[in-house]
């Protein structure tokens, strides 16, 4: 596959490097984002073509840092700010790749850092990116572990997931159907992506990467966690119960005999690693019939593992992938992808409107989650009226029947819609669509469409 096929949907962050690559000075970026995701394919491609050096910082001792570092640059040895200076005289761009290994293990390593940046450098501009993996040591330690080279920092840049369109310019020979099927599984990570086999059906591609103990994909789930997380088996217990469908505390409570507490305490943790998110029913004056705050796995690829894979490791020694497949994974597949169909529709949602495709602009946009049921979208658009949706993915076409069950829901969540979106991934029945023509303010939308 060619390279760059590989990389689609990074223009922006690479014309944000080049940026400070091009501006006079010193500057100090601190790239991050989750394992996988493309931080070291970003970076190189930006240094393609400059004089860069390139340093990945390992998890070792300060001594062996240094050696690794001298090695590096060719020299014999000396201190993190010899070093450094040195690297500062040989390029204009320095690149250290997982720098949190090297600020944990020493002080040193970055007040050597810090001297030669600042220092009266040879080159007209002098470009130092840091890059990290661990997200939630760049969000709540760094500036403590930095101490005064935090305020060096010149900008920050959050390398996050692929959104859906990305996928599609990812698999352009894909339906809208197969991508959202893809998403589903792997999320928007690069290197998940990577694995995934055109060639091969859904199926097999389930078989060989998940389901296979060989497989790339059988293990990473638990080996992302480890890089961040002790106490595995007790994270593992929270985000199976997740991935069945326990998304709140007492829920929680109840199945895993923890402490609420304690609870708190490993929900905050996954919270801070982008892997489980808190979500909010959106504000209406229906607050009587609102459930609280929800919690629920945030990364794709872990949500799919944890509710396909987890549960069926025995069966999986047992009976073996092609039965487990058939069994449990076949049966429920379809109704596990409503979700993502349902945040693929909010993301085109979303796009439509930053495109003028609507009379207004969309101000909130959200779901409602009611005591009986949820209501897949609703927003207000920047002159404070509401529209409302669904988003039928499993079962038969959008029927009357549903769209009666969407203005009841729209009801209890007392936002009384101007508009009404459907989306449907199987078209709609011609009742439906017959209302449609009879309703103002009703628009249809099915998969070709999108």
């Given at each position: 596959?060619?390279?760059?096929a590989?990389?689609v949907?990074?223009?922006n962050?690479?014309?944000?490097l ?9 500057s100090?970026?601190v790239l991050?984002?989750?394992y996988g995701v493309?931080?070291?394919e970003?970076?190189r ?5 400059k004089?860069c050096?390139?340093y990945?910082a390992?998890?070792?001792?300060d001594k062996?840092q240094?050696?690794?570092l001298?090695a590096?640059l060719?020299?014999e040895g000396g201190s993190?700010?010899e070093?450094f200076f040195?690297?500062?005289k ?5 690149i250290?790749?997982?720098f949190?290994?090297?600020?944990r293990q020493s002080r040193?390593?970055m ?5 030669a940046?600042?220092?009266?450098n040879?080159w007209e501009k002098?470009l130092v990116v ?5 997200v ?14 935090a305020?060096?920092v010149?900008?920050?840049?959050k390398?996050k997931?692929?959104?859906f369109?990305?996928?599609m310019?990812?698999?352009p020979e894909?339906?809208?159907e197969e991508c959202?099927?893809?998403y589903?599984i ?7 992506l990577?694995a ?6 859904v199926?097999e ?6 389901l296979n103990?060989d497989g790339k994909?059988?293990r990473e789930?638990?080996?992302?966690l480890k890089m961040?997380l002790?106490?595995?088996p007790?994270y593992?217990?929270i985000?199976s119960?997740l991935a069945?469908?326990?998304n709140?505390?007492n ?8 402490s609420r ?5 490993y929900?905050?943790?996954?919270i801070a690693?982008d ?6 029913s959106y ?6 019939n609102t459930?609280?705050g929800l919690y629920?796995?945030k ?7 944890y509710?396909?894979?987890?549960p069926?490791?025995?069966?999986l ?5 092609e039965e487990?497949?058939?069994?449990k ?9 409503e ?6 529709c909010?993301e ?8 003028g495709?609507?009379d ?14 949820r209501?897949?979208?609703l ?8 529209f409302?949706g ?5 079962g038969g076409?959008?029927?009357?029947e549903?769209?009666?069950?969407l203005?009841y829901l729209?009801?209890k ?6 508009q009404y979106?459907?989306?449907s991934?199987?078209?709609?029945t011609?009742g439906?669509?017959?209302?449609a023509?009879?309703f ?10 999108m």
């Amino acid at each position: 596959m060619e390279e760059m096929a590989l990389f689609v949907g990074r223009a922006n962050e690479l014309r944000f490097l080049e940026n400070y690559y091009n501006r006079k000075g010193s500057s100090l970026v601190v790239l991050y984002g989750r394992y996988g995701v493309g931080k070291t394919e970003l970076l190189r491609l930006f240094a393609r073509n400059k004089q860069c050096i390139y340093y990945f910082a390992a998890e070792c001792s300060d001594k062996e840092q240094k050696k690794r570092l001298a090695a590096c640059l060719g020299v014999e040895g000396g201190s993190f700010e010899e070093l450094f200076f040195q690297a500062a005289k040989t390029a204009p761009v320095l690149i250290i790749d997982e720098f949190n290994n090297g600020v944990r293990q020493s002080r040193e390593f970055m007040e050597g850092l810090l001297s030669a940046f600042t220092a009266e450098n040879i080159w007209e501009k002098f470009l130092v990116v840091l890059c990290s993996s661990s997200v939630s040591w760049v969000e709540n330690d760094m500036v403590r572990s930095l101490g005064r080279a935090a305020a060096s920092v010149s900008a920050l840049l959050k390398l996050k997931e692929f959104g859906f369109m990305d996928i599609m310019a990812r698999f352009p020979e894909y339906s809208v159907e197969e991508c959202i099927t893809v998403y589903g599984i792997l999320g928007g990570t690069p290197a998940y992506l990577n694995a995934w086999d055109e060639k091969r059906s859904v199926k097999e591609n389930i078989l060989a990467l998940f389901l296979n103990k060989d497989g790339k994909l059988f293990r990473e789930a638990g080996e992302f966690l480890k890089m961040e997380l002790r106490e595995l088996p007790l994270y593992n217990t929270i985000l199976s119960y997740l991935a069945e469908g326990k998304n709140q505390l007492n829920e929680l409570f109840e199945a895993t005999g923890f402490s609420r507490a304690k609870i708190s305490v490993y929900i905050k943790n996954l919270i801070a690693m982008d892997v489980v998110e808190k979500v909010f029913s959106y504000d209406t004056e229906g607050k009587e019939n609102t459930k609280k705050g929800l919690y629920r796995i945030k990364d794709t690829f872990l949500l799919f593992w944890y509710r396909f894979v987890f549960p069926n490791l025995s069966a999986l020694e047992l009976r073996g992938a092609e039965e487990v497949y058939n069994r449990k994974v076949l049966p429920e597949l379809e109704k596990y992808l409503e979700l993502c169909f349902l945040q693929v529709c909010q993301e085109y949602m979303q796009l439509l409107s930053d495109y003028g495709k609507f009379d207004f602009t969309i101000g909130q946009l959200g779901s409602w989650f009611g005591k009986e049921g949820r209501l897949d979208i609703l927003g207000e658009w920047d002159t404070g009226t509401f529209f409302s949706g669904g988003c039928k993915w499993s079962g038969g076409p959008f029927s009357e029947e549903d769209f009666e069950r969407l203005l009841y829901l729209s009801q209890k969540a007392k936002a009384e819609p101007g508009q009404y979106y459907l989306f449907s991934r199987k078209g709609f029945t011609p009742g439906m669509r017959k209302r449609a023509e009879a309703f103002g303010g009703l628009t249809l939308m099915d998969l070709e469409d999108m």
